[in-house]
Antibody, heavy 124, light 109 residues
Framework: QVQLQESGPGLVKPSETLSLTCTVS????????WSWIRQPPGKGLEWIGY???????NYNPSLKSRVTISVDTSKNQFSLKLSSVTAADTAVYYC??????????????????WGKGTTVTVSS | QSALTQPASVSGSPGQSITISCTGT?????????VSWYQQHPGKAPKLMIY???KRPSGVSNRFSGSKSGNTASLTISGLQAEDEADYYC?????????FGGGTKLTVL
């Protein structure tokens, strides 16, 4: 079955750019909406955004100015970049597969496969 | 502050039923039948329990059910079991965004 694995630095300095990659195994990255979600320590989930395998994206309005999500179909990977980070960006970052309506192709806003998550700390 | 409002905590005894509410607005829960629910045990990734308001993924117990009325969605767990103790999050499509609730901690007494 499809599995997702996040990778990237666990420590990022303030004002720098956080970069994470999610590798999709057991299935193709083609089709589906590939998403990033984060969870600050002791807090709830926050949707960051998604990328469709074709490259179209949609971001959380509160993070839009700092977020870039990209996809590399040849490597079955998609990536997250979050710029100008502060301590408030410290969180567990999850990648997930977002589903779609089979008839319309529209995003269905639910994530049915998740990675295990990776902790990113922003500190000097 | 989360866009969707959930109670911070609920509790119930084994065998009982509980319901967790998720209140949004006419811009999210009220406008789309795209509400999902996730279960998260400590230190684990969230797990999809309900999608499109009331559909259950394969492998999820039929003790979990979902519904919606107006701007409020609900998750009901019947026949509570010890392993149901976890955090639960609702999620809704909101046009140009996807929103999560603040989460509800379920305690099985």
């Amino acid at each position: 079955q499809v599995q997702l694995q996040e990778s990237g630095p666990g420590l990022v300095k303030p004002s720098e750019t956080l970069s994470l990659t999610c590798t999709v195994s057991g299935g193709s990255i083609s089709s589906y909406y590939w998403s990033w979600i984060r969870q600050p320590p002791g807090k709830g989930l926050e949707w960051i955004g998604y990328i469709y395998y074709s490259g179209s994206t949609n971001y959380n309005p509160s993070l839009k100015s700092r977020v870039t999500i990209s996809v590399d179909t040849s490597k079955n990977q998609f990536s997250l970049k979050l710029s100008s980070v502060t301590a408030a960006d410290t969180a567990v970052y999850y990648c997930a597969r977002g589903s779609y309506d089979i008839l319309t192709g529209y995003y269905n806003a639910y994530m049915d496969v998740w990675g295990k998550g990776t902790t990113v700390t922003v500190s000097s | 502050q989360s866009a969707l409002t959930q109670p911070a905590s609920v509790s119930g005894s084994p065998g009982q039923s509980i319901t967790i509410s998720c209140t949004g607005t006419s811009s999210d829960v009220g406008s789309y039948n795209l509400v999902s629910w996730y279960q998260q045990h400590p230190g684990k990734a969230p797990k999809l329990m309900i999608y499109e308001v009331s559909k259950r993924p394969s492998g999820v117990s039929n003790r979990f059910s979902g519904s919606k009325s107006g701007n409020t969605a609900s998750l009901t767990i019947s026949g509570l079991q010890a392993e149901d103790e976890a955090d639960y999050y609702c999620c809704s499509y909101a046009g140009s965004s996807t929103e999560f609730g603040g989460g509800t901690k379920l305690t099985v007494l």
